[in-house]
Structures are given as C-alpha cells and as structure tokens.
C-alpha cells in the first residue's frame, strides 16, 4: 500500500492542524493506522492508531485529548486532527499502515513536517 501524507505547515501555539494521509494500492480497510512523528535528533515515536473500521483508537500520552485520529475507508484515507498545539509537537509527522492482524506497521508515507512556533 502507497501512503501520501498531506496537511502540514507552520502554526503558532495554540491553533489546530489536520493532517491527512491518502492510501493506495490494496484495499484500504484491510490495514489498521498510525501516526507518529520524529522531532529533530530524537527517535521516531508512536503519536495515535485506528484499527480497521475505525471503532478502537489508541494514543501516546502526550497527545491525549489533544489529537484524535479518524478514518474514511470511503476516501482511503486516515485524519489526525491536532488541536491546542505545542511547540513540542513539532516534528515530521508519517503515517503507516499494517496488514490486519499485524503488530509491525510495514507501510510508510513519506512526512509531513509541522513547526509549531511559541
């Protein structure tokens, strides 16, 4: 599956971002997803994921109530709706896929950098 995240830009602290990731290439409603996002000099870290119809969504803590993931299988393409950033939130933010009943996300779309200024 072919991933394409969009939505990214420079904000200030305190506004909201949606960031979207367009799938193709194999059925999209096959594959749970998620977000995660690597700042400068530090690792790549787990953000939010959905499972496959969109009823079971999981969230770092750093985001809880902040971010919420969703999912239009309709559009093949899976949201993260980012309210209240922080200028911690800045990073490149990927989205990824796995085949359902798969731990390991084997699918990733290229980031989206978000710079959130204070």
């Known amino acids: 599956v072919q991933l394409q995240a969009s939505g990214g830009g420079l904000v200030q602290a305190g506004v909201s971002l949606r960031l979207s990731c367009a799938a193709s290439?194999?059925?999209?409603?096959?594959?749970?997803m998620g977000w995660f996002r690597q700042a400068p000099g530090k690792e790549r870290d787990f953000v939010a994921a959905?499972?496959?119809?969109?009823?079971?969504?999981k969230y770092a803590d750093s985001v809880k109530g902040r971010f919420t993931i969703s999912r239009d299988n309709a559009k093949n393409t899976v949201y993260l709706q980012m309210n209240s950033l922080k200028p911690e939130d800045t990073a490149v933010y990927y989205c990824?896929?796995?085949?359902?009943?798969?731990?390991?996300?084997?699918?990733w779309g290229q980031g989206t950098q978000v710079t959130v200024s204070s």
């Open positions: 959905i499972n496959l119809n969109g009823d079971n969504t």
């Open positions: 290439g194999r059925t999209f409603s096959n594959y749970g």
């Open positions: 990824a896929a796995r085949a359902s009943g798969k731990m390991v996300f084997e699918y």
